[in-house]
């Protein structure tokens, strides 16, 4: 083994992609469960076979990142800036546009409207933060652009 440290970003980027990952592995399952309606003369076989490929086009670029992450392949690098720009662009899209349809109702009021901002660009300023260090963290890159790594 090599004396480079795994730095906290890798952890992070590591249980971030495996926390999406089962999500993205449960997405493609769902999908399948879905057949039973293609009985329907509603349903619409182009739509579903776009979800699918989506799907599995997003759980094996998931999936990539951490496998680039454990390995540390050449492209390792490029793939954990790409997740974590992918990341950062959801989470500020959802600060943006939040859900006109919340899951706990409460009365609108001052208080309340702080609080959905908050809680709508906190985990977006984390995002932010997460992919700046990422991008600008010499302790990740050298640890996946180390010489003579595992993969070649």
């Not at 974590?84 to 662009?89: E, I, R, W």
Request: net charge positive; proline share 5%; aromatic share 14%.
């Amino acid at each position: 083994m090599d004396d480079v440290k795994e730095p906290i970003l890798i952890w992070i980027t590591q249980c971030l992609s495996v926390l999406l990952l089962t999500f993205a592995f449960w997405g493609v399952v769902r999908l399948f469960f879905e057949l039973k309606f293609a009985v329907n003369p509603l349903f619409s076989w182009d739509r579903f076979l776009t979800a699918v490929v989506v799907q599995i086009s997003l759980t094996g670029a998931v999936g990539a990142v951490l496998y680039a992450t454990i390995a540390r392949p050449k492209w390792a690098l490029a793939a954990s800036i790409l997740f974590s720009l992918g990341l950062t662009a959801t989470f500020i899209y959802t600060a943006l546009h939040p859900s006109s349809h919340p899951v706990f109702q409460v009365q609108p009021g001052t208080a309340e409207a702080v609080g959905a901002a908050v809680g709508n660009w906190v985990p977006a300023a984390l995002a932010i933060f997460y992919a700046w260090r990422l991008f600008a963290s010499h302790e990740a890159e050298k640890y996946l652009t180390r010489k003579g790594s595992m993969a070649s």
